[in-house]
């Protein structure tokens, strides 16, 4: 039943690719994540009353902090336009016409739209990732690379979820707006619920399953990700006293990841008629 | 039914409580140019979309070549299928040889024939330009070129000649004569009747969602059953016109001048020229007018 042909979405995903290549919004963004990430690692230690270049560790961290709000605006952003803009605009109707189904047309467009993010991280993370080179240690290096992947990972998932959105929406207007609804449920009310379920019930609310809520949540899945890798420091997170260990594995969290990069998209699939 | 490309049985759509297609059975045959006609909201542009299996329809079937529409098995059919949307769009950042290589390789067909078919519809010149400077007439003809990627067998067009200058709609046509020559099924849609009139075989008349006349546009004339006009210039008094025609049945007499107008059925067309004739060197013109498609079409929706 599922006819899936690769070079078809192969076709559309280039085209996306391209479009953000050519209108310059991957250089752009590129930038930004560069321009940041030299704040955080020159300034980030300034709070103990020093600049410049230091522990990699707490650059990450603080690296993570930030991402965490920018990664999902940014992937909402560019994404939640995808279908709908096409429907908008009225070539929709002329794609769909060739011979491209509805499944290669959506993760045509979610791979070619991955695609510019994923490279707007490489370089701009990157970037700075070389600068620090000659203080990195090969330990720290892997912690490096862990937080570009998971970051790429946090993009698609938000990608995934603006896809959905733009596929549901019945114009660009409703679907900007849920975008920026997602993006407030998820990277701020979600933490404040469960912070206040916290703080009402004294800290005893389900003890059990508070940790299962926050997979629940692929920004926290992404902070538990990068920062349960570091032992000095998920400390000053205190993660470690309501997140148990055995859920930190890392394979399973990027599988939590996965999981929430398909699952918008097969909404997205199903609703899109 | 080799010979019939395109069938509609019986097909009903609703949108909601909203009944858009109302029971439409139609067959287009192999090679023929169909004329789809009727005013906004009769239901052409959610049959050509069904048709083409954008949307589904809430019952009834649609096979092209006897394959449904919408099932799996026509993604290859459209390979061979070129279509026209009304008021085309297309991606402004890409040039015009850009955006139909890009539709190219969605059919799937060599990228080498995209700057010979630019050549073809006039669009050479601009073929490295973006598409956000290209004219109305530009991109409608863009969209013709789109709409004939990988040789196509069968064509729908919506409204394919809006913004078109009278040189290009000529040059339109032409092509569309060159494409029904070699066998290939057109189906389009016009608002300027009197412009496809000469150039389809057939008409289907949509009107409230139901198939209200098909055929040719003689045949269509002649259901409906509209008066001719007859326009004549005497150089004798009107009243001796009027004196002639005496005792045949017209619907209706114009005097003015020396010139008249004379309505009447078809069947009486005949008697009223030998009346005419008797008028002998008084008679200097006679033009006989057939009714127009809009008259046509409008008895229709009358």
Not at chain 1, 155 to 176: E, N, P, Q, Y
Not at chain 2, 77 to 95: A, H, M
Request: hydrophobic letters at 50%; one cysteine or more; charged letters at 15%.
């Amino acid at each position: 039943m599922l006819n899936i042909e690769i070079s078809q979405i192969k076709i559309i995903a280039a085209k996306e690719f391209r479009d953000r290549i050519r209108n310059r919004w991957v250089i752009a963004v590129s930038l930004i994540f560069t321009a940041f990430a030299l704040a955080i690692a020159y300034f980030g230690s300034a709070q103990q009353g020093e600049v410049g270049l230091r522990n990699i560790e707490v650059t990450i961290a603080s690296l993570v902090s930030l991402v965490i709000y920018l990664i999902p605006l940014i992937a909402l952003i560019l994404g939640y336009d995808a279908i709908v803009g096409e429907r908008e605009r009225g070539s929709l109707d002329l794609l769909l016409s060739m011979p491209l189904t509805r499944l290669e047309l959506i993760l045509g467009k979610f791979l070619g739209l991955s695609a510019a993010l994923a490279c707007a991280t490489l370089v701009g993370f990157g970037l700075v990732g070389l600068l620090l080179a000659y203080q990195i240690d090969l330990n720290a290096l892997y912690h490096y690379i862990g937080f570009m992947v998971s970051t790429i990972l946090l993009g698609m998932v938000f990608l995934s979820l603006a896809v959905m959105v733009s596929v549901i929406a019945k114009d660009r207007a409703r679907a900007s707006g849920g975008a920026i609804s997602v993006w407030f449920l998820f990277v701020l009310v979600y933490d404040l619920i469960l912070l206040g379920l916290l703080v009402l019930s004294g800290g005893s609310f389900g003890e059990e399953f508070f940790p299962l809520l926050l997979l629940l949540n692929p920004a926290d899945i992404f902070r538990i990700l990068n920062i349960f890798s570091m032992e000095d420091i998920k400390v000053f997170y205190g993660l470690a006293t309501v997140f148990p260990a055995s859920l930190s594995n890392p394979w399973l969290l990027s599988s939590m990841m996965l999981a929430w990069i398909i699952m918008p998209l097969t909404v997205a699939f199903w609703r899109f008629k | 039914m080799k010979n019939n490309v395109i069938e509609v049985k019986n097909v009903f759509k609703y949108y909601g409580e909203v009944l858009a297609v109302d029971g439409m059975t139609l067959t287009i045959h192999k090679g023929e140019t169909l004329g789809l006609i009727g005013h906004n909201g009769a239901g052409k542009s959610t049959l050509f979309k069904m048709m083409l299996g954008l949307i589904p329809q809430t019952s009834g079937e649609i096979n092209i070549n006897g394959t449904s529409v919408n099932g799996g098995a026509f993604r290859e059919l459209r390979r061979s299928i070129g279509y026209l949307p009304e008021n085309v769009v297309f991606y402004e950042n890409l040039t015009g040889l850009e955006t139909l290589q890009f539709f190219a390789s969605l059919k799937g067909c060599i990228l080498n024939t995209c700057l010979p078919l630019l050549e073809k519809l006039g669009l050479a010149h601009a073929a490295h330009r973006r598409v956000d400077g290209y004219s109305k007439g530009m991109r409608q003809r863009l969209g013709f070129a789109q709409a004939l990627l990988g040789k196509p067998r069968i064509l729908f067009l919506d409204e394919p000649t809006t913004g078109l200058d009278p040189e290009a709609i000529r040059e339109f046509y032409t092509i569309l004569q060159e494409l029904n020559a070699q066998g290939v099924t057109v189906v389009i849609t016009s608002h300027i009747l009197s412009e496809i009139q000469e150039r389809v075989q057939r008409l289907a008349v949509l009107k409230s969602g139901k198939l209200h006349a098909l055929g040719t546009v003689q045949e269509l004339r002649e259901a409906v059953d509209l008066p001719l006009a007859i326009h004549v210039q005497t150089s004798c008094s009107t009243d001796a016109v009027e004196a002639i025609l005496q005792g045949v049945a017209l619907e209706a007499l114009i005097l003015t001048g020396n010139s008249v107008v004379i309505h009447c059925q078809r069947n009486h067309k005949m008697e009223v020229l030998r009346r005419l004739g008797s008028l002998g060197d008084a008679l200097l013109d006679v033009v006989v007018k057939e009714p127009t498609l809009e008259d046509v079409f409008l008895g229709y929706a009358a």
